[in-house]
């Protein structure tokens, strides 16, 4: 079935690990997306990749980096993970970046920091 | 900065009711508006897509309007029934490359039978 995998589904991690959620869509969609969704704030971009290659930072890059080395697969990493960071994470993709695209989602990651 | 308002957190209707839901946004002019459908646990799905130049757009029981005077847009679900309760999400989105979808908070809606 066409869509977006991300991996894990579910992590636990201790304050100061590194963390690379991962996110494989096969629809060939140029633009990918990395979202946090919290309750009260709703999703905020993270960031977000217009095509292999590039990428461009959302509403709250801070403390997470990503990379776009084929049209693929864009992991999101964190370098060394908070508490603030515990959410719940989505990938999305579209076919690209200008308004008539409209996106396609993963299923989510949840991810708790303790 | 960019600012976008869903009507309400939470509305609660009878099965049967129209539900209409609200997206009100600031300080951009987008050229299309995006609503997206949201379940418990999973990402939000893509519903409609509604043009600067339509003032309104239809498929099967829902209807989304698009009033770019107002900065407004109306979510209607007509006939509602316990299987639309979800949360609903709304996206101005301006047409130029290089700018990333930015959503509403959300409004949930919970059609009761």
């Known amino acids: 079935i066409a869509g977006i995998t991300q991996a894990p589904t579910s992590q636990i991690l201790a304050a100061g690990r590194r963390m690379t959620l991962r996110c494989t869509q096969d629809?060939?969609?140029?633009?990918m997306y990395w979202y946090r969704q919290d309750l009260g704030l709703g999703l905020r971009l993270i960031h977000y990749?217009?095509?292999?290659?590039?990428?461009g930072k959302g509403e709250v890059p801070d403390g997470y980096s990503v990379s776009r080395a084929n049209t693929d697969d864009f992991p999101l990493t964190l370098a060394s993970a908070v508490p603030s960071q515990t959410s719940v994470y989505f990938c999305?993709?579209?076919?690209?970046?200008?308004?008539?695209?409209?996106?396609?989602f993963g299923a989510g990651s949840r991810l708790t920091v303790l | 900065s960019q600012k976008i308002e869903q009507n309400s957190e939470a509305l609660n209707i009878q099965e049967g009711k129209t539900a209409t839901l609200t997206c009100n946004y600031t300080?951009?002019?987008?050229?299309?508006l995006q609503w997206y459908r949201q379940d418990p646990g999973r990402g939000p799905v893509f519903l409609l897509l509604i043009r600067e130049n339509e003032k309104e757009k239809r498929k099967e029981r829902l209807k989304v309007t698009f009033d770019t005077t107002l900065k407004q847009s109306l979510f209607h679900i007509t006939a509602s029934q316990p299987a639309d309760s979800a949360t609903y999400l709304c996206?101005?989105?301006?047409?130029?490359?290089?700018?990333?979808?930015?959503f509403g908070k959300g409004t949930t809606l919970s059609v009761s039978s």
């Open positions: 999305a993709s579209s076919e690209g970046l200008t308004g008539a695209n409209v996106l396609t």
């Open positions: 629809m060939r969609h140029n633009a």
């Open positions: 990749s217009n095509t292999a290659g590039t990428t």
């Open positions: 300080n951009y002019s987008p050229a299309y």
């Open positions: 996206a101005p989105r301006a047409n130029q490359a290089g700018t990333a979808l930015i």
